[in-house]
Each structure stands twice: as C-alpha cells, then as structure tokens.
C-alpha cells in the first residue's frame, strides 16, 4: 500500500520552460512534505519543504503546492534549466510517527529530464 | 550545512560474510538517524529507524537479526549487514535528523555480494 505516489516516472521539458511535478499521498497524518532532488549513486538533496498549514511556499525557482483537501502536492520549476535532471521524490511526514520520529516516506520519484 | 558522510561508498564482499555501514554526522549531532535501502530505479524504502543509545526500529518485513544496526554516538550509526547473500545487493542509505523537519542524507554506500 503506496501512501505516496508519483504516478509519472518520467518528464522530459525544454529549458526554460517550466516543470512541473505531482504527487498524491494517501494518509491523512502527513502533515509535512519535502522534495528531494537525487542524482544516480548519491543521497537525496532537500530541495524544499511545505507545510499542511500553508497551501505554498516559494524559494528562487521553486515553489511547491499544497492542496490538503485533493491530498495533492506538486513541485514547479520554473524556469527550467539542464542541471534540473534528476530524479525527484516527494516525501511526506507524520509529527506523531509512532517509534519512528520523523520518519519520512518516499514516493517513487520521477524523473526530470530538461532538454537545452 | 549540515553534513552526513557514509563509509564505505561502495563494497563488494562474498556471500556469507558480513559487511558494515558508518553514517556519520559531522558537524551536528543526531539523536535519530535513518537506514533506506534503493533497489534500481525504485523508491527509498526504509529500513530502520535508529535512536542513539537505545534499540532500533525496525519497519515491517525488515530481519533485524540480518540488519544490525548501532547508534552508539549522536554523531555515529552503523548498519552490519550479516551473512550477505546476492540478494542483499543494493544502494544503502542513511540520514540524519538534525531538528523536527530536517533531515539530511548521506551519499549512499553501493553493496555488491558475489
């Protein structure tokens, strides 16, 4: 049972154009959210955050949306540039995990191709 | 930045041995830290849930007799992964929480058992 999903593997867009990328999670307890941006063999990298009090957050060429009630969140790129290709996961986390304080799960993630 | 390094980057070793992890924070302390496991062109699945100094948390369908892992420090955690078979081969990651919200991975460490 996938309680994020990124239901696209792939997404191919022309530089300077704009990226986005969707996510839709399934349990009502994630009340925090990440994207992480990952490269082949390397650890993910925090690209930004949001919060299920706030419905945006903005930082340079990022913004995530948050839709609480459609359980929907996705990240815009805007605009494009070639070193976005990689391969992008959506994250959520729950402030009362249980044993697991934090704990983040991972969507499947997507992956960014943007084309000069 | 915050900072997490993992050692070895990469490792092959035969079936049957036992091969171990170090994730460290270097230049926070981490009372909690995280071990996923990357299988190609997969999600991050976690593993484990480590707390320092007390006993680790394992997700469901995870051997904790297999995976072994100790948070000895709040700068250190190791994951042994004992008598490795083919199937254990994988991309191993971990992450450390330096507050509620930031959570920051290390570089990964690439298993290979022949």
């Known amino acids: 049972d996938q309680q994020v999903k990124q239901n696209s593997p792939s997404l191919s867009v022309q530089e300077g154009r704009i990226s986005i990328l969707n996510c839709d999670y399934t349990?009502?307890?994630?009340?925090?959210f990440l994207w992480y941006k990952k490269y082949p063999a390397e650890g993910p990298t925090f690209l930004i955050s949001?919060?299920?009090?706030?419905d945006k957050n903005e930082d340079g060429r990022f913004t995530v949306f948050l839709n609480k009630s459609a359980k929907h969140l996705s990240l815009h790129i805007v605009p494009s540039q070639p070193g976005d290709s990689a391969v992008y996961f959506c994250?959520?986390?729950?402030?009362?995990?249980?044993?697991?304080?934090?704990?983040?799960?991972f969507g499947k993630g997507t992956l960014l191709t943007v084309n000069p | 930045g915050a900072v997490v390094s993992q050692h070895p980057s990469r490792v092959i070793c035969k079936s049957g041995t036992s091969v171990k992890i170090e994730c460290r924070s270097l230049d926070f302390q981490a009372t909690t830290m995280f071990w996923y496991r990357q299988f190609p062109k997969q999600s991050l699945m976690l593993m484990a849930t480590s707390n320092e100094g007390s006993k680790a948390t394992y997700e469901q369908g995870v051997e904790k007799d297999k995976f072994l892992i100790n948070h000895a420090s709040l700068t250190l955690s190791t994951l042994t992964v004992t008598s490795a078979h083919p199937e254990d081969s994988s991309f191993y990651i971990c992450s450390a929480n330096q507050a509620v919200h930031e959570q920051y991975f290390g570089p990964g460490t690439r298993l290979t058992v022949t």
């Open positions: 994250a959520a986390q729950a402030q009362n995990s249980g044993g697991s304080n934090y704990k983040l799960t």
């Open positions: 949001i919060s299920s009090i706030k």
């Open positions: 349990n009502s307890m994630f009340d925090y």
